[in-house]
């Protein structure tokens, strides 16, 4: 009988992520549904990753640049690590995925589960990026493949890629939490709040809300712009505020508990999201958590919202690369009180379709398909 055929009290589970924080709000959804099961879980992340310092944890050391030397010393670091400890189950949160070679190889020799929960098209990625390292990327990502025990997936599009896998292949997507994204009244004030909550990186898409709401700003009084987040984009995207006379407030970052308190005081929400080989194979959980507080949204026309909301019915929707176009669905919104509440309902309905509670159902029945 292998070390995983336990009760999941005594089943011990290291969940892995390598450098990439983006993966963070994954990774806590993760261990409180497997915790919340029953299952003992540790998480494994480069040291300096102070942002999943709330669990019991294993800062492994790592070179912080370049880049290179940073995925090779935390793939040895790893390695030895699962070397002493020996876990039953190693779960992968995905993207970069170098340290899946450390992974597969101490499973060679500790004969653990391997989870590969692929949040992203690891090798479409770095051939866009680093065509140079491509080949190396692809063998990286079908090891993970051939040697996974079960395969999480967050789309429909990765379940469809990977049907020769069929059997060990889960759809999980980033669900919403409805414990704590919740609709509450908001105080009314008079001035209407237009949220966008997001990383400020390029497939964000928030010059284009930048110069919406400046659009906005120039026929409808009492409206606010907010911006909620940073990222490696925050000078440029300031910069471009004020050349437009500083439509939108930067308010930084917000810790993820205060987020929904954030939204809540917020009238309209919007998923500026843009095209990019990342976003096609993504669901925006943000969109999920503005609708979960039954907040009325306006989308980007990507392929991701469009697989989850109708326009005019959970949604509306406009065009990813026009400014002009936004500015006229958050006007609408503005004028249409009756619009606002329909949206509002209707996309409670969606959030509640993808909640936390549903996804992580499947999470553990991965689990308990590897014990079998």
Request: aromatic share 10%; hydrophobic share 45%.
């Amino acid at each position: 009988m292998s070390a995983f055929k336990k009760e999941p009290s005594s089943t011990r589970v290291l969940v892995v992520v390598d450098n990439a924080p983006v993966r963070i709000e994954r990774v806590h959804k993760v261990v409180m549904a497997l915790r919340t099961k029953g299952y003992h879980v540790n998480v494994a992340y480069p040291r300096g990753l102070e942002t999943l310092s709330e669990y019991e944890n294993v800062p492994i050391a790592s070179v912080s640049r370049p880049p290179v030397l940073h995925y090779l010393s935390f793939t040895i670091f790893l390695f030895l690590h699962i070397m002493i400890n020996a876990p039953d189950v190693v779960h992968f949160v995905n993207l970069p995925d170098i340290a899946v070679s450390g992974i597969l190889l101490a499973r060679k020799l500790r004969h653990f589960k391997f989870v590969y929960d692929r949040q992203a098209a690891f090798s479409v990625i770095v051939q866009q990026h680093h065509t140079h390292w491509a080949l190396l990327a692809r063998i990286v990502e079908n090891l993970a493949y051939m040697n996974a025990d079960a395969i999480l997936v967050v789309v429909p599009e990765f379940e469809r890629e990977l049907k020769m896998l069929k059997g060990k292949v889960f759809l999980v997507p980033n669900g919403v939490d409805l414990r704590e994204f919740k609709r509450r009244q908001r105080k009314k004030i008079g001035t209407m709040k237009v949220l966008v909550v997001a990383a400020l990186t390029y497939c964000e898409g928030i010059d284009v809300f930048i110069r919406a709401a400046r659009l906005v700003r120039d026929s409808v009084r009492d409206v606010r712009f907010l911006v909620v987040g940073d990222g490696e984009l925050a000078g440029e995207l300031r910069r471009l505020s004020r050349s437009l006379g500083e439509p939108v407030e930067f308010k930084g970052w917000v810790s993820f508990d205060k987020i929904p308190s954030t939204i809540n005081e917020a009238d309209i929400c919007v998923s500026s999201v843009i095209p990019t080989v990342f976003t096609d194979y993504a669901y925006p959980v943000k969109l999920f958590e503005y609708m979960a507080c039954g907040k009325p949204v306006v989308v980007s026309n990507i392929k991701g919202h469009l697989e989850l909301v109708h326009d005019m019915h959970d949604a509306l929707v406009y065009e990813f690369s026009s400014p002009e176009d936004l500015a006229e669905k958050v006007k609408r919104l503005i004028r249409d009180k009756d619009l606002r509440q329909r949206l509002g309902i209707n996309g409670l309905k969606v959030a509640h379709d993808f909640s936390w509670e549903r996804c992580s159902s499947t999470l553990i029945q991965a689990y308990k398909s590897m014990a079998q």
